[in-house]
Nanobody, 122 residues
Framework: QVQLVESGGGLVQAGGSLRLSCAAS????????MGWFRQAPGKEREFVAG???????DYADSVKGRFTISRDNAKNTVYLQMNGLKPEDTAVYYC????????????????WGQGTQVTVSS
């Protein structure tokens, strides 16, 4: 089992930037894919971005060109750089880990962090 702790959320104005971090501990070397998901009030949790152990990435269409996911395997940390933030990006952002990699869906990920709030004001 891997433990995940997110940080870096906060309040930012539209057009601003934030960088989220997810520190992983435990049996991290077994895990193949890391992902960021988000859940806005009254909405279902959705995929935002993911990165494989070898560096391959994928993004939701809504964040392509604005968000960048990266990982530092030596530090067991995954980052989500969010630029050009919009009010519709407001949500709780969750980090998740998956082994083996079977897809970018919520059910493909077995370990989850507690989440960090991101609020974008207009």
């Amino acid at each position: 089992q891997v433990q995940l702790v997110e940080s870096g959320g906060g309040l930012v104005q539209a057009g601003g930037s934030l960088r989220l971090s997810c520190a992983a501990s435990g049996r991290t070397f077994f895990y193949v894919a890391m992902g960021w998901f988000r859940q806005a009030p009254g909405k279902e949790r959705e995929f935002v971005a993911g990165v494989m152990w070898i560096g391959t990435t994928d993004y939701a269409d809504s964040v392509k060109g604005r968000f960048t996911i990266s990982r530092d395997n030596a530090k067991n940390t995954v980052y989500l750089q969010m630029n050009g933030l919009k009010p519709e990006d407001t949500a709780v952002y969750y980090c998740a880990a998956a082994r083996p990699f079977t897809g970018w869906g919520i059910r493909d990920f077995g370990s989850w962090g507690q989440g960090t709030q991101v609020t974008v004001s207009s």
